[in-house]
């Protein structure tokens, strides 16, 4: 929806590199294990998935 591009970061932390992403244009998912780093990084993201990333069902599989 008026995004060009798409990202996705494992392991979040504060949404820096989630900020960086979202300045160039990006549509950007995290997901993150630590409940409290997600809701630090939540800002900068469109969507943010707390959950261990082995287990993950990643689930967009057609916008990838």
């Known amino acids: 929806p008026g995004f060009h591009r798409a990202s996705w970061t494992i392991r979040t932390a504060d949404g820096y590199l989630g900020q960086i992403l979202k300045r160039q244009g990006h549509f950007v998912i995290g997901v993150e294990s630590d409940n409290h ?3 630090a990084a939540r800002r900068h993201y469109d969507h943010i ?4 990333f082995e287990d993950f069902a990643f689930p967009y599989q057609h916008e990838f």
């Open 49 to 52: 998935h707390v959950a261990n």
């Open 37 to 39: 780093n997600a809701e």
